[in-house]
T-cell receptor, first 113, second 115 residues
C-alpha cells in the first residue's frame, strides 16, 4: 500500500541554523500539507500546497518557513533560522483531491538546541 | 469557527471490554469528521471518516464511530478492546477556510488497554 514517507526521522540542530525536512507524498496525490505537533500538544496545521503554490498557511507559518516541490516527488519544508520553540514533530500529509482524506507520514522529530 | 473537543485526556479500559473515546465538534455546514491513531514514535494513521450516509461508520482494526448530529458528537468505539489498541487517538474535523481544506485536530485521548 502506498504511503507518505519523510526524512530524516530525527533531526537535531542548533538555534539559528537552517533545516530542511523532506517528504515524498503518495505518487498520484496532488495536494500536500505540513502539520506540526509540539510535544504533548495537539496537531496543528501549518501550510497546504497545490499546483506549485501555497494554498493556505496558518499564523504559525511565518517568514522563517517555506515550502517547495523541487522535483516530481519531493515536498520540502524549510525553516531558515530555527528557534527553540520550533522543536516539534513535523508531519507531512497528502491527498488526491482537496476534499479527499489526507494521509500522513511518520513525521520528523526536530530538536532545536 | 470550526473546533473539535476531546474531553478525556486518558481512557483506561480492560482488555476484552468495549471502549469509547469521545469527540464533539463545532462546524458550520455539514461536518466531515475523522479519527486518526498515533502509536509511539509513529505518524498518524487514518482509522475512519464520516462524510455522509450511515451514522455508524466502520473503519480499520475493528473500530467504528457513531455520528450524532443532534449531539454534535463523533465518538470512537470498539466492541472488544485489545492491549495493542493502546495509543493516542485524535479526532479531526475538516474545515474550509480561504478555499482550502485543512484538518483541525482535537487535543488527543490516550487509550490504555489493560491486560
Amino acid at each position: 500500500e502506498p504511503e507518505v514517507t519523510q526524512t530524516p526521522s530525527h533531526q537535531v540542530t542548533q538555534m539559528g541554523q537552517e533545516v530542511i525536512l523532506r517528504c515524498v507524498p503518495i505518487s498520484n496525490h496532488l495536494y500536500f500539507y505540513w502539520y506540526r505537533q509540539i510535544l504533548g500538544q495537539k496537531v496543528e496545521f501549518l501550510v497546504s500546497f497545490y499546483n506549485n503554490e501555497i494554498s493556505e498557511k496558518s499564523e504559525i507559518f511565518d517568514d522563517q518557513f517555506s515550502v517547495e516541490r523541487p522535483d516530481g516527488s519531493n515536498f520540502t519544508l524549510k525553516i531558515r533560522s530555527t528557534k527553540l520553540e520550533d522543536s516539534a514533530m513535523y508531519f507531512c500529509a497528502s491527498s488526491v483531491g482537496h476534499q479527499e482524506t489526507q494521509y500522513f507520514g511518520p513525521g520528523t522529530r526536530l530538536l532545536v538546541l | 469557527a470550526q473546533s473539535v473537543a476531546q474531553p478525556e485526556d486518558q481512557v483506561n479500559v480492560a482488555e476484552g471490554n468495549p471502549l469509547t473515546v469521545k469527540c464533539t465538534y463545532s462546524v458550520s455546514g455539514n461536518p466531515y469528521l475523522f479519527w486518526y491513531v498515533q502509536y509511539p514514535n509513529r505518524g498518524l494513521q487514518f482509522l475512519l471518516k464520516y462524510i455522509t450516509g450511515d451514522n455508524l461508520v466502520k473503519g480499520s482494526y475493528g473500530f467504528e464511530a457513531e455520528f450524532n448530529k443532534s449531539q454534535t458528537s463523533f465518538h470512537l468505539k470498539k466492541p472488544s478492546a485489545l492491549v495493542s489498541d493502546s495509543a493516542l487517538y485524535f479526532c479531526a474535523v475538516r474545515g474550509l477556510t480561504s478555499g482550502t481544506y485543512k484538518y483541525i485536530f482535537g487535543t488527543g485521548t490516550r487509550l490504555k488497554v489493560l491486560a
